[in-house]
């Protein structure tokens, strides 16, 4: 998937606000809103393939800088056909 796509799908994606983590503000978007779930998995793909390690606190993310904010998602596999691995993708402004 190319860089124009991926922008315009996260652009266009749900996100919410993760009320259980005020101290470190930051929306999420959940695998199920995605109108199609192979873009969901891309997109991760995407991301952990041409995002920046960093770390946070004691673990390290790949997060993906766009547009003002910050992508990553918690490092589980990505699986197209079980929705029960990486099915969380988060964003924080920067």
Known sequence: MDKIKVHSLLDNASF???????????????????????DFCDVVLFIRENGIEERFFRTSFIYYYY????Y???????????????????????
């Open 67 to 70: 547009n003002g904010y910050k």
């Open 16 to 38: 919410k606000f993760a009320k259980s983590m005020p101290k470190n503000p930051h929306e999420y978007s959940h695998r199920e809103t995605w109108e199609n779930d192979s």
């Open 72 to 94: 990553w998602t918690m490092g589980n596999p990505v699986s197209y056909e079980d929705k029960t691995k990486t099915f969380i993708l988060n964003r924080a402004k920067c």
